[in-house]
């Protein structure tokens, strides 16, 4: 895609917190490179908006529709989606929604808008490329 029409990358606030609760998590543990690591998180992501669509849907949110899409690097899964190009967002945009470290018993848990309140809580078959779960979507 060239540069000029690829969709912009933005990495929710939530997403920012958990890039954070990652590097300290690998502050934690010896020898972990907690820096190589997070540079690798951020090189991913970057290269998310070359073929965004690149990552099957594992998920869709039942009232707004969003398609979650999942990116392993290293130990870690990067949950994002993809906004095809509109009025609004011409170019189409790459957000960013969750980093969560892979041993997470559900990769997808509470990657939500905080608009919109739904009493529907639907239950989505998910690999999350470490085990197979049955994952519920948190749509509150």
């Known amino acids: 895609m060239k540069k000029g029409n690829r969709p912009t990358l933005r990495f929710t606030e939530q997403a920012k917190r ?5 590097r300290l998590f690998l502050y934690r543990r010896l ?3 907690p820096e190589r690591r997070i540079r690798e998180i951020y090189q991913a992501a970057r290269l998310l908006p070359d073929s965004p ?4 849907v594992v998920a869709v949110h039942p009232t707004k529709g ?3 899409r999942r990116k392993i690097v290293g130990q870690f899964t990067l ?3 993809y906004l095809e190009p509109n009025s609004a967002l011409p170019r189409g945009m790459v957000s960013v929604r969750a980093v969560r470290h892979g041993a997470s018993e559900d990769v997808l848990l509470r990657v939500e ?4 309140p739904s009493a529907v809580s639907p239950t989505t078959p998910l690999r999350t490329g470490h085990r197979s ?3 519920p979507l948190n749509t509150g």
């Open 18 to 22: 958990e890039i954070e609760s990652c």
């Open 31 to 33: 020898n972990s490179r």
């Open 53 to 56: 669509k690149l990552y099957p």
């Open 66 to 68: 969003l398609e979650f």
């Open 79 to 81: 949950v994002y989606a």
């Open 113 to 116: 808008e905080k608009r919109a």
């Open 133 to 135: 779960l049955a994952l």
